[in-house]
C-alpha cells in the first residue's frame, strides 16, 4: 500500500469449517498433501482486541478492526466485506505493523481504502468492544506451482466484559497461488468428514456475545438476488448468480439438520433448482465433466429432500386442512398421527444422507466452480458476451420449451403436466435471475 512500509492488502479467500473439539483433535492428524510440500505444525498463541464506537458503525459497514498479538509482535488489521458465505471469505483485508501495543488508525489515512472509509476512521470514537483469545496451530501446504495454503486449527475463546464463548474452527486460506489448489487441500481435509461450514466470522460471533444473544435457533434463508446491471459481461453475472445459490443451499442444509424450521427442506430443494436453472442458462461458458457432476447431484440431492418437503406439506398442511372441514371424522385424526410418526422417519433418513461428507463435497465442489472456474480462463466468444444475450438467449429456449407443453395442455397426462410444471418454475427462476441484466432492454 502506498505511502506504508511493511502493509500487507489483499482479498482475503479462505474456507471456514465449524467443528467439535474431537473433529478439531482429529483433523489435525490428517494430512492433505499427496504431491505436495507441507511444513511442520507451528503451535502459536493470538490475542486479539475488536474495535468499534458504541453504536457500532463499523458494523454496520460490514467492516471489522483489531489489534493482535503474535508473539511480541503487534498488527492491526481492517477487514471489510460481508463475511461468510456458505462457508467461504472472500474480503478485502488491510494489515499493517504496529510499534507496541497500542492501535495507530491513522496510519490507514495513508492506505488506499475508500474515501468514507476514512473518514469514519478518523471521526469515530472507536473503543475496545471484544477480544479473542485463540490457541492456533498451522500446517504450510505448497504446490510445485507455487502454490500456497495455510490451514489453521483454532481452538479458543471470545471474551467480553461479563462472557465468554468456546471457538472451534478450521481456516483454510489461499495465501498465493489457484484457488483451485485450496479447494484441493480442503476436499483432502474434509474427505470422510461431516464438517459444516462456518456461517460467522469471529468478529460476528464477538458481537453476539457482547449483545448477549446466541446465534439462536436457524431459520429458512430465501434466495437473494445479487446485484446485476444490463452492462454485466456473462463471466461475472455467472459468478454472482452462483454465490447467490451456494448461500441459500449451504445455509439451508444446516436447517434441514438442525429441523429447526420446516420451511428448510423447501428453500433447500429451491436453491438446488435454482443452481441448476442457472448451469443451464451458461451452459456455454462452462461446459465438462465437472459441471455434469454438478447438474447431476443436485437433482440427486433435491430428489432426497423432495420426500422430506412432500411429507412435511401432507402432515402440516393437507391433511389439518382437510380435518377442519371434517371435525367429526375419527380417522383423519388417526391418520394424522401415522403421518406425524412417517414424517419422523424420513426426516432422520434424510439428515442421515444428507450429514456425511456427500453435501460437503458437493458444496466445495461449487465453491470451486465459483472461486476458481477454469472457464474463466478458457478464450471463448461466449464468455466475453454480455450478461443480457446469454439471457436472452437462455429465455427463449425456456419459453420455447413452455410453449411445446402449452400448445398440447389439453391432452397432456399428469407426468406430462408435471413436466409442463417443472418447465415453467425453470422459466421462472431464469427470469428472476436476469431481470436485472434485462431491464429496459428492448426485444
Same mark, same amino acid.
Given at each position: 500500500? *502506498?505511502?506504508?512500509?511493511?502493509?500487507r492488502?489483499?482479498r482475503?479467500l %479462505? @474456507?471456514?469449517?465449524?467443528?467439535s473439539?474431537?473433529?478439531?483433535?482429529?483433523?489435525q492428524?490428517?494430512?492433505?498433501v499427496k504431491?505436495?510440500? $507441507?511444513s511442520?505444525?507451528v503451535?502459536?498463541?493470538?490475542?486479539?482486541? #475488536?474495535?468499534?464506537?458504541p453504536?457500532r458503525?463499523?458494523?454496520a459497514k460490514?467492516?471489522s =478492526?483489531r489489534?493482535?498479538?503474535?508473539?511480541?509482535?503487534w498488527?492491526?488489521?481492517?477487514?471489510?466485506?460481508?463475511?461468510v458465505?456458505?462457508?467461504l471469505?472472500?474480503r478485502?483485508e488491510l494489515e499493517?505493523?504496529?510499534s507496541?501495543?497500542?492501535?495507530?488508525?491513522?496510519k490507514?489515512q495513508k492506505?488506499r481504502l475508500?474515501a468514507? =472509509?476514512?473518514?469514519l476512521?478518523r471521526?469515530?470514537?472507536?473503543?475496545?468492544v471484544?477480544e479473542?483469545?485463540?490457541?492456533?496451530?498451522?500446517?504450510?501446504?505448497?504446490?510445485?506451482?507455487g502454490e500456497?495454503?495455510e490451514?489453521a486449527?483454532?481452538k479458543?475463546?471470545v471474551?467480553t466484559?461479563?462472557?465468554s464463548?468456546?471457538?472451534? %474452527?478450521v481456516e @483454510? %486460506?489461499?495465501?498465493?497461488?489457484?484457488?483451485?489448489?485450496?479447494f484441493?487441500?480442503a476436499?483432502e481435509l474434509?474427505?470422510? %468428514?461431516?464438517l459444516r461450514?462456518? *456461517?460467522l466470522s469471529k468478529?460476528?460471533r464477538g #458481537?453476539?456475545?457482547?449483545d448477549?444473544?446466541n446465534a439462536?435457533?436457524?431459520?429458512?434463508?430465501? #434466495?437473494h438476488?445479487p446485484k446485476?446491471?444490463?452492462?454485466?459481461?456473462?463471466?461475472?453475472? #455467472?459468478?454472482?448468480?452462483l454465490?447467490?445459490?451456494a *448461500? $441459500?443451499?449451504?445455509?439451508?442444509?444446516?436447517?434441514?439438520?438442525?429441523g429447526?424450521d420446516?420451511?428448510?427442506?423447501? $428453500? &433447500?430443494r429451491?436453491g438446488l433448482?435454482r443452481? !441448476?436453472s442457472t448451469?443451464?442458462a451458461?451452459?456455454?461458458l462452462h461446459?465438462g465433466?465437472?459441471?455434469?457432476r454438478l447438474?447431476t447431484e443436485a437433482r440427486?440431492?433435491?430428489?432426497i429432500?423432495g420426500?422430506?418437503?412432500?411429507?412435511?406439506?401432507?402432515a402440516?398442511?393437507i391433511?389439518?386442512?382437510?380435518a377442519?372441514s371434517?371435525?367429526?371424522?375419527?380417522? =383423519?385424526?388417526?391418520? $394424522?398421527v401415522r403421518l406425524?410418526?412417517r414424517r419422523?422417519?424420513i !426426516?432422520?433418513?434424510?439428515?442421515?444422507?444428507?450429514d456425511g461428507d456427500?453435501m460437503t463435497a458437493?458444496?466445495?465442489?461449487?465453491?470451486?466452480?465459483?472461486?476458481?472456474p477454469r472457464w474463466?480462463?478458457?478464450?471463448s466468444?461466449?464468455?466475453?458476451l454480455?450478461?443480457?444475450?446469454v439471457a436472452?438467449d437462455? =429465455?427463449e429456449?425456456s419459453?420455447?420449451n413452455?410453449?411445446?407443453?402449452?400448445r398440447r395442455?389439453?391432452?397432456l397426462? @399428469?407426468?406430462?403436466r408435471h413436466s409442463?410444471?417443472?418447465? &415453467?418454475k425453470? &422459466?421462472?427462476?431464469q427470469?428472476e435471475?436476469?431481470?436485472?441484466v434485462?431491464?429496459?432492454?428492448?426485444?
Amino acid at each position: 500500500m *502506498s505511502g506504508i512500509v511493511g502493509s500487507r492488502s489483499q482479498r482475503e479467500l %479462505e @474456507i471456514k469449517f465449524d467443528v467439535s473439539a474431537d473433529q478439531l483433535t482429529r483433523l489435525q492428524t490428517k494430512h492433505p498433501v499427496k504431491g505436495r510440500q $507441507q511444513s511442520k505444525p507451528v503451535h502459536s498463541n493470538l490475542r486479539s482486541i #475488536y474495535f468499534d464506537t458504541p453504536c457500532r458503525s463499523l458494523k454496520a459497514k460490514s467492516v471489522s =478492526l483489531r489489534i493482535r498479538q503474535i508473539g511480541d509482535k503487534w498488527v492491526q488489521t481492517l477487514k471489510s466485506g460481508n463475511g461468510v458465505v456458505a462457508g467461504l471469505s472472500n474480503r478485502l483485508e488491510l494489515e499493517l505493523p504496529l510499534s507496541g501495543a497500542r492501535p495507530e488508525f491513522d496510519k490507514f489515512q495513508k492506505s488506499r481504502l475508500p474515501a468514507a =472509509l476514512k473518514k469514519l476512521l478518523r471521526t469515530a470514537d472507536l473503543e475496545p468492544v471484544f477480544e479473542t483469545v485463540i490457541s492456533r496451530t498451522t500446517n504450510q501446504i505448497c504446490g510445485s506451482n507455487g502454490e500456497h495454503v495455510e490451514i489453521a486449527f483454532d481452538k479458543g475463546i471470545v471474551k467480553t466484559r461479563h462472557s465468554s464463548r468456546s471457538i472451534h %474452527e478450521v481456516e @483454510i %486460506e489461499l495465501r498465493s497461488g489457484d484457488p483451485d489448489f485450496m479447494f484441493g487441500v480442503a476436499e483432502e481435509l474434509s474427505s470422510g %468428514e461431516s464438517l459444516r461450514f462456518s *456461517s460467522l466470522s469471529k468478529a460476528e460471533r464477538g #458481537y453476539l456475545a457482547v449483545d448477549g444473544a446466541n446465534a439462536g435457533p436457524l431459520t429458512a434463508a430465501r #434466495y437473494h438476488q445479487p446485484k446485476l446491471n444490463k452492462t454485466c459481461q456473462a463471466k461475472d453475472a #455467472y459468478q454472482a448468480l452462483l454465490r447467490a445459490c451456494a *448461500s $441459500q443451499i449451504s445455509h439451508n442444509w444446516t436447517v434441514v439438520l438442525d429441523g429447526s424450521d420446516i420451511d428448510g427442506p423447501h $428453500q &433447500l430443494r429451491i436453491g438446488l433448482r435454482r443452481l !441448476r436453472s442457472t448451469l443451464r442458462a451458461f451452459g456455454g461458458l462452462h461446459r465438462g465433466k465437472r459441471l455434469a457432476r454438478l447438474t447431476t447431484e443436485a437433482r440427486n440431492i433435491a430428489r432426497i429432500v423432495g420426500d422430506l418437503r412432500d411429507a412435511d406439506v401432507l402432515a402440516t398442511q393437507i391433511v389439518p386442512a382437510v380435518a377442519g372441514s371434517l371435525p367429526n371424522d375419527e380417522t =383423519l385424526a388417526d391418520l $394424522q398421527v401415522r403421518l406425524n410418526a412417517r414424517r419422523g422417519q424420513i !426426516r432422520a433418513k434424510v439428515a442421515s444422507e444428507l450429514d456425511g461428507d456427500r453435501m460437503t463435497a458437493f458444496l466445495l465442489q461449487l465453491g470451486r466452480s465459483i472461486e476458481a472456474p477454469r472457464w474463466r480462463k478458457k478464450s471463448s466468444i461466449k464468455n466475453e458476451l454480455l450478461a443480457a444475450e446469454v439471457a436472452c438467449d437462455a =429465455l427463449e429456449d425456456s419459453w420455447q420449451n413452455v410453449l411445446m407443453w402449452g400448445r398440447r395442455i389439453g391432452k397432456l397426462s @399428469i407426468p406430462e403436466r408435471h413436466s409442463m410444471r417443472k418447465a &415453467l418454475k425453470l &422459466l421462472r427462476y431464469q427470469t428472476e435471475a436476469f431481470g436485472p441484466v434485462l431491464a429496459s432492454r428492448k426485444t
